[in-house]
C-alpha cells in the first residue's frame, strides 16, 4: 500500500504519521512579566512628548529621562508618580531608561474637560497638599474656582491650603471670614515680602500649586525656588525649544521638599465626582449621610428635601455655618452655583 493510500486509511495511522511543522516553538504563552529585581526607584517630575524625566530616589540631583516599558501598555504616568525604572540610568546626555513599574498613588489631582466628560484626567499623583493660590486684587477673588479645587483637594485625598496673594492691594479678611466654618489653612502673602509661611508650609513635603493666570502664583515659585526658570529647562530638556509652562513640573524646594506647579489648570470640571465623595471630607456629615434616599445630592430644600444632612445641625453635632459651607461645594459640583460670586466687592 502506497503512502498516499495508507494516510486515506485513518485506521490504520500511527505515531509515525504525525508530522510537526518545523518553525514553530511548542512551549505554550505565558503572561509573566519580567521582575525586574534591580530596577530603581524614582519620582516623576517633568514629561514631554513621551519621555518622562525623572529623580531617583527623590534626589533632584539624580535626573533619569526615560520611556514607558511595552508591557505597561497605556498605564498613564504622571508628575508625582513614583516608579521603577531599569535599563540605563546613568543619567547621561542621550541616555533613555525604561518605566517597568507604577507605584500605588497615595493621591490623585484630577479633573475632566468639563462636568459633561466622563473621561478623567489625572493631573498629579501622591502630593500631599493642594496650595490653591487666588489674589485678593488684580483680578479680584471668586469663589467658584476656589470652591471647585477645593472639591477636587478632598475627593482626591489632598489637604487643601488656601494662599491669598496679594495683600498689599486689599484686605483679606472677608475671604478668610468666607472660609471660616470649613476648617481650612489659609496662608496670606505680600508681594513686597518674602513668603516665609508658605515656605514653612511646604518645607519637606510634596506639594501642587494650582490658580488663574495672574494671581501672582509665577510669581510665588519664583520666590520658593530661585532657580525654577533654571530648573524647568532642566527637566523639560528632551523637548528643547519648546514652551515649558503648559505642563505640570516639579521643582525641588532648596531646603527640601518638592513644590508642582501647575499652569495649565484653569479650571476644574467634576464629572467623576460624587456627591459622597465630598461628603466624606466632612467627618460629622457622613453617618447621616448614610440614611439619605439613593441618589440624593444632599442639597437640601428644594433639590433634595429628604436630606438627612440637615439632622446633624438639629441634634448639635455641627454648625449652621459648616453645612452651609459643606452645600456651597455640593453646589459648585453640581453645577448650580455658576455665577462665581466675588467676594469683598460688593
Not at 58 to 66: F, H, I, S
Not at 141 to 166: H, M, N, Q, S
Request: contains cysteine; glycine residues 8%; charged residues 30%.
Amino acid at each position: 500500500m502506497s503512502p498516499r493510500d495508507r494516510r486515506r486509511d485513518w485506521s490504520r495511522l500511527d505515531e509515525a504519521d504525525v508530522r510537526v511543522r518545523p518553525g514553530r516553538g511548542t512551549r505554550p504563552r505565558t503572561k509573566r512579566r519580567p521582575e525586574h529585581a534591580d530596577a530603581l526607584s524614582a519620582m516623576v517630575v517633568g514629561k514631554d512628548r513621551g519621555r518622562w524625566t525623572c529623580a531617583l530616589g527623590g534626589d533632584p540631583k539624580q535626573l533619569v529621562v526615560a520611556m514607558r516599558a511595552r508591557e505597561l501598555g497605556r498605564t498613564p504616568v504622571v508628575i508625582g508618580d513614583n516608579v521603577d525604572l531599569v535599563g540605563d540610568t546613568s543619567g547621561k546626555p542621550d541616555t533613555l531608561a525604561r518605566i517597568v513599574r507604577v507605584a500605588e498613588r497615595t493621591s490623585v489631582l484630577r479633573r475632566t474637560a468639563d462636568d459633561t466628560d466622563p473621561f478623567e484626567r489625572v493631573v498629579v499623583a501622591n502630593a500631599e497638599q493642594l496650595l490653591i493660590v487666588v489674589a485678593l486684587a488684580d483680578p479680584p477673588p471668586r469663589t467658584g474656582f476656589i470652591d471647585r479645587a477645593l472639591v477636587a483637594a478632598y475627593a482626591g485625598g489632598l489637604e487643601p491650603v488656601l494662599c491669598l496673594t496679594k495683600a498689599d492691594l486689599a484686605s483679606p479678611d472677608d475671604l478668610i471670614a468666607a472660609y471660616a466654618d470649613l476648617t481650612l489653612p489659609i496662608l496670606v502673602t505680600r508681594q513686597d515680602r518674602e513668603p516665609d509661611e508658605v515656605r514653612e508650609r511646604l518645607h519637606d513635603r510634596v506639594s501642587a500649586l494650582v490658580g488663574h493666570s495672574g494671581v501672582g502664583k509665577s510669581t510665588l515659585v519664583n520666590k520658593l525656588v530661585p532657580d525654577a526658570e533654571r530648573e524647568t529647562g532642566v527637566v523639560s530638556a528632551v523637548g528643547k525649544g519648546r514652551h515649558t509652562s503648559v505642563t505640570a513640573v516639579a521643582l525641588p524646594l532648596p531646603d527640601g521638599g518638592w513644590v508642582i506647579d501647575t499652569p495649565g489648570i484653569r479650571s476644574f470640571g467634576l464629572a467623576h465626582i460624587s456627591p459622597d465623595d465630598i461628603v466624606a471630607a466632612f467627618d460629622e456629615f457622613v453617618e447621616a449621610a448614610e440614611e439619605c434616599p439613593p441618589g440624593c445630592g444632599h442639597l437640601g430644600e428644594p433639590e433634595d428635601p429628604d436630606c438627612m444632612l440637615d439632622t446633624v445641625v438639629t441634634d448639635g453635632h455641627a454648625t449652621k455655618g459648616r453645612l452651609e459651607s459643606l452645600r456651597r461645594l455640593l453646589s459648585s459640583r453640581a453645577g448650580i452655583d455658576e455665577t462665581q460670586r466675588e467676594i469683598g466687592s460688593e
